[in-house]
Structures are given as C-alpha cells and as structure tokens.
C-alpha cells in the first residue's frame, strides 16, 4: 500500500497535465494555469511522500519523469504554440498522400519554435534523473518553466496589461523567450531550491524574500504574477551567484 501512494499522486500529476493539453488548445489560459500548478503541487507531494513512506522505486522514478514531460515539456509547449497563433501567424494547409489516403493538414510553421521547450525540458529531466539529490538545481526546474509560461497568457491578457499585449504576442518576443527557456533549463547555472533549513535558518534568506515579494506580486496581478516571480527568482539566483563570487 506504501509504494501506491506516492504513484497515485504522480497519476494525479499526469491527469492535470492531460487536462490541461485539452484546454489549452481552447485557449483556457487560467484553467491551464491552475492545473499546471496543481499538478507541480502533486509532483512535489510525490516525492514527498515516498521518502517518507520509505517506498522510492525505479517505477516510481519512471513514471515521475514520464509524467513531468508532459505536465511540464508538453503543455508549455502547446501553451507557446497557441500564443504564435494568436500573434497572427499564417496558418497554411499541407496535403499529404499517405497509403492511399488524401491528407490535409492545417499548421503554423513558425509555431513549431514552441515545442523545442518541450525537447529541452526532456532532456533536461532525462540528465536530473542521473543527479544526485542536492539543495540547490543545476539550471532552472521543468515546474518553475511550466508556471512561467502557463501564467504568461494570463498576465497578458489581464487589465493591467491589455493594453500592451501586442508587445508579448509577436515572434520576436516568443521566439526570444523559447531560447532563453531552453538555455536556461540545461545550463549549469545554480539556483536555489526551496527547501527550509530548520538548523540555519540564516541559509533560508532567498527562500523567504521571494515568497515575501510573492505576496503584493499574487495580490496585484493575481494568477498572472507568477510570470513576474519566476523572473524574480532568476534574478535572485543571480544575485546570490555573484554575491558568493565576491
């Protein structure tokens, strides 16, 4: 009974990401946004079940990673895939001929710059799972990426910024913003994780300003402001890497 909790969780995770496929293609940004935050919430009660559980399996790692892919490489992917489209983006029609049958295929070429951030994020999660577990990640978390892009929609299209969306919803910015998340999930930049120290407290200083700074950022652009905290917690880690070189 032990070692199903921790893969029902991870089942859990994987129906959040399932769901949130569907309803991105409907272009149901907050829906997505609140599915790929629960499903990051049940990725992290995972593994924090079967280490207390005591019930860590090679199943278990599996099927977590397979599950991550998807939750958090596929549905970004998609995500930043519909936001081409909604950048105006001309959507043509490639007909195929395949074992007899007339294919028509509607696409948006350029569109497909979206999914090398789900090629990234599964390679970065193939290279997490030979790491050793450490207090800091080694370039930035598939969930953390996830979130970015799953709030961005969100932010966009909220009142505060409406009327500027047309500077998000261009090639340029999408484009520049899929190269920067795949530069950044696989560099060996260090980030720190969000695990409390009881016994030094004093090494959990970034952990609580981001999640002081989270609080007026959630209460002002509601759901979108976690687009903003993941850019806060890059920025915190680069500072915090260049305070510890001088």
């Not at 991550?68 to 029609?93: A, C, E, M, R």
């Not at 948006?108 to 193939?126: C, D, K, V």
């Not at 799953?150 to 340029?172: G, H, R, T």
Request: with cysteine; glycine share 4%; hydrophobic share 55%.
């Amino acid at each position: 009974m032990k070692k199903i909790i921790p893969s029902f969780l991870t089942i859990l995770n994987l129906v959040c990401g399932c769901l949130a496929i569907a309803l991105a293609f409907q272009f149901q940004f907050e829906a997505v946004l609140i599915l790929v935050c629960l499903g990051v919430f049940f990725d992290f009660l995972d593994g924090l079940a079967a280490r207390a559980l005591d019930s860590v399996t090679n199943f278990g790692k599996h099927l977590d990673s397979i599950t991550d892919v998807i939750t958090s490489g596929v549905v970004p992917g998609i995500i930043v895939y519909q936001l081409f489209k909604l950048s105006g983006n001309k959507v043509s029609d490639f007909e195929v001929y395949i074992l007899g049958y007339d294919l028509i295929f509607s696409l948006s070429p350029i569109s497909f710059i979206a999914f090398f951030i789900t090629i990234a994020s599964a390679i970065r999660l193939s290279k997490y799972n030979t790491l050793t577990r450490s207090d800091e990640f080694i370039g930035l978390p598939t969930p953390a990426n996830a979130i970015f892009f799953a709030s961005l929609p969100v932010l966009i299209n909220s009142d505060i910024l409406i009327e500027s969306k047309q500077i998000f919803l261009n090639n340029y910015f999408l484009i520049g913003s899929v190269i920067s998340s795949v530069i950044l999930m696989n560099s060996p930049f260090r980030l720190f994780s969000f695990n409390i120290s009881f016994k030094n407290f004093q090494s959990n200083v970034y952990q609580l300003l981001i999640i002081i700074i989270s609080i007026p950022i959630l209460l002002y652009f509601n759901l979108g402001g976690f687009a903003i905290i993941v850019l806060i917690y890059l920025l915190l880690n680069i500072i915090r890497n260049l305070w510890s070189v001088f």
